[in-house]
């Protein structure tokens, strides 16, 4: 189903009109609304799966303001949704209109996933079946490989050459490491996974303990897996021009690693929830599009960011295995982080939460999901 709106009203077709407004003249469907063009370039075309969450509801707007691919460059949004979600997908549209974006070459609406990846430059897969009470962990990976499986086979079938895809929906690695095996003829560098939340906590609990502004913390890494066994590493951080290892080496620091910095980025998520009742939706929406931005424009000089990525065999992590490394990126290309000390303290944290991922990897195999 393909949802566009006029005036409230479904409608099948936008016509084109003239003089600016009419014959010939360049339009945009935002939410089924024609309007003349955003920018003469060509809309670069995103899709947003679970469009209708909380998390695609923080996301959307950000995307539509040029804070994801930059203040030149015009997108068109494709909200995909489950069908019965598709009328607040239509609300979240009218709302995208509202706010007039300079930027928003068009925004549709649609529960099919060949009809939203048609073509598209960069898809955010956000929407994933949450874990709920009295759910196994295989019945987990088994909803979700279904997800993930279609989604990586309509990718593979309708998507631009040069797609680039982040996979939000939990579990992270995993899921994107299904939608990889599934599109065997998209570039697996290609299918990423968020980690990029974790990194922003931890630069934010290393900037606090430091007493200094995020801008000030440079070279956190996280390894692993996006869960509570991730490992967030201040190995060769930077503070204010100075190594973060100073900070450990002071009096308490060590055991404010141990006791406080490590398990409080590991378990932040939870945490929130305690807190406010519900997941991370804006943070969360934050660190996509810092991933995506960062990606596709490149990582400030100097500095590294986290991200899920297909790995080649660097650091013992097994190849193929979708885990988080230290990366730069260029180019609209990311690159692992070489020649980095890994000591026993931190190869005892990558080697469990690398174990955890091939578990997964394995439980997924046995699934027939990849």
């Not at 290609?190 to 007493?211: E, P, W």
């Not at 869960?227 to 021009?241: K, M, R």
């Not at 944290?349 to 699934?367: K, Q």
Request: aromatic letters at 4%; a negative charge; proline letters at 5%.
């Amino acid at each position: 189903m393909l949802a566009r709106l006029r005036d409230g009203h479904a409608v099948d077709r936008v016509d084109e009109g003239d003089d600016g407004w009419g014959p010939g003249a360049p339009i945009a469907r935002v939410a089924g609304v024609t309007t003349p063009a955003a920018a003469s370039t060509a809309p670069v075309k995103v899709a947003v799966t679970g469009a209708a969450g909380q998390i695609g509801y923080s996301l959307l707007f950000r995307i539509a303001s040029g804070a994801m691919l930059g203040p030149d460059t015009p997108v068109q949004l494709r909200l995909l949704e489950i069908t019965p979600a598709l009328g607040a997908a239509s609300g979240v549209a009218l709302e995208l209109e509202d706010c007039a974006f300079p930027l928003l070459a068009g925004t549709e609406i649609t529960d099919d996933p060949d009809v939203a990846f048609d073509g598209v430059d960069v898809a955010l897969l956000v929407g994933s079946r949450p874990r709920t009470k009295g759910m196994e962990r295989a019945d987990l990976l088994q909803a979700n490989g279904a997800i993930f499986t279609a989604q990586g086979r309509s990718l593979n079938s309708r998507a631009a050459e040069g797609v680039k895809v982040l996979v939000v929906g939990n579990p992270a690695n995993t899921n994107a490491l299904i939608a990889q095996r599934n599109a065997p003829d998209i570039p697996a560098e290609r299918f990423t996974a968020m980690t990029r939340l974790d990194h922003n906590r931890a630069v934010g609990q290393l900037a606090k303990r430091a007493g200094v502004g995020a801008g000030e913390v440079r070279g956190v890494a996280i390894w692993g897996n996006h869960s509570v066994t991730q490992y967030p590493d201040i190995t060769a951080a930077e503070v204010a021009g100075r190594p973060a290892a100073e900070l450990v080496a002071a009096p308490g620091g060590q055991e404010w690693l141990e006791g406080d910095f490590i398990p409080t980025v590991q378990k932040r998520g939870a945490q929130i929830i305690e807190a406010r009742g519900s997941s991370s939706a804006a943070s969360a929406a934050n660190a996509a599009i810092d991933h995506v931005r960062d990606w596709v424009l490149g990582t400030p000089e100097g500095d590294r960011v986290s991200m899920g990525v297909v790995s080649d065999g660097s650091y013992g992590v097994p190849e193929g295995l979708i885990s988080s490394f230290p990366v730069t990126t260029a180019g609209g290309s990311w690159s692992i982080v070489q020649g980095l000390e890994v000591s026993d303290f931190s190869r005892a944290r990558i080697d469990a939460s690398v174990a955890e991922l091939v578990e997964e990897r394995d439980a997924v195999t046995g699934l027939g999901l990849v």
